[in-house]
């Protein structure tokens, strides 16, 4: 099959754009939300909270893209089971059937802990558990939010792995796609829930915490984006040539802008937390767009 590994462009578009942005929000969402509740204290309950309820919505969205990719929307459950039999298969060679049964395991992961932080919903609760040191976390939680987060660190990587895999110039001559879209990932949902915790005052304590963690996010993603373009060699003219430079610039707002505020904090008088974050949104969007357009163009 010429077209398995993509010998050709598979001309993708923005459902499959989409998908690479939703899947990276949505693992890392569940990572964040896993690391606040390993190392966090009860005052980081709320934002925890938060990640885990985007966390299944996020994860959702990437299969309706997938079909409506495919173009035969009834198709997609081709990828889990066979077509005749109607067994599951699970084809270990075929990254399109990791992912597929990545995005099911993960969705289970997800909807448990979704269904969880809508029974931790009342704010009573949260008040009493601002009195306690850590929170009461059991060690089978734990252990199931930690499996979860691999699964999500997975999902996040994986549409990076995809492409490295392929055999399209830009995609197959570099290793760092998968680390790049996993830092820019976490970067993405630590920025949307920085977001969403200024709808919730007593969730503002986490956020030097969400603050500190995507600056390390932002800092290893442009260290992976030096080494992506480091590695194309002579083919680094095709991810920066013509119009596609302006992507990066958009790339290089989104997050050299927000690592400054977060480093000067004089400068949130100019941009402010909540233009940083989205600056950050955008920016991963951007990444995305311009590392999987260019290579078709």
């Known amino acids: 099959m010429p077209n398995e ?3 050709v462009p598979p001309h993708w578009e923005w459902y499959i754009l989409l ?13 964040i939300g896993t690391m606040l509740r390993l190392f966090g204290t009860a005052a980081d309950w709320l934002s925890s909270r938060i990640a885990f309820l985007i966390s299944l919505p996020l994860v959702l969205i990437c299969p309706i893209l997938l079909t409506l990719d495919l173009g035969k929307p009834l198709d997609f459950w081709h990828m889990l089971f066979d077509a005749t039999t109607g067994t599951p298969v699970f084809k270990t060679w075929s990254p ?12 289970f992961f997800a909807f448990v802990m979704f269904l969880v932080a809508l029974g931790e919903g009342d704010y ?3 008040r009493a558990l601002a009195r306690v040191g850590r929170l009461p976390t059991n060690v089978f939680g734990l252990v199931f939010m930690v499996i979860g987060s691999i699964v999500g660190i997975f999902i996040a990587a994986y549409t990076g792995v995809l492409l490295a895999v392929s055999n399209q110039p830009v995609w197959s001559d570099t290793w760092t796609l998968g680390g790049l879209f996993l830092a820019s990932g976490l970067s ?3 920025a949307t829930i920085l977001l969403l915790n200024r709808r919730q005052p007593e969730a ?5 915490k969400l603050m500190e963690a995507d600056r390390y996010f932002i800092i290893l993603e ?3 984006i030096v080494l992506f373009l480091i590695t194309l060699g002579g083919l680094v003219s095709k991810v920066l040539g013509g119009a596609w430079i302006i992507l990066w610039l958009v790339v290089l707002v989104g997050t050299l802008v927000p690592l400054l505020v977060e480093w000067r904090p004089r400068w949130t008088r100019q941009v402010s937390p909540v233009l940083a974050s989205v600056l950050v949104l955008v920016g991963v969007l951007a990444l995305r767009a311009v590392i999987i357009f260019s290579a078709q163009a």
């Open 5 to 7: 590994h993509f010998v």
């Open 19 to 31: 998908y690479f942005f939703f899947a990276g929000l949505a693992g890392g969402a569940f990572v």
């Open 96 to 107: 399109m059937s990791l992912g597929a049964w990545a995005l099911l395991v993960f969705g």
């Open 124 to 126: 009573l609760r949260s």
């Open 188 to 190: 993405g949902a630590a």
């Open 204 to 208: 503002t304590v986490t956020q030097p």
């Open 222 to 224: 442009l260290v992976l």
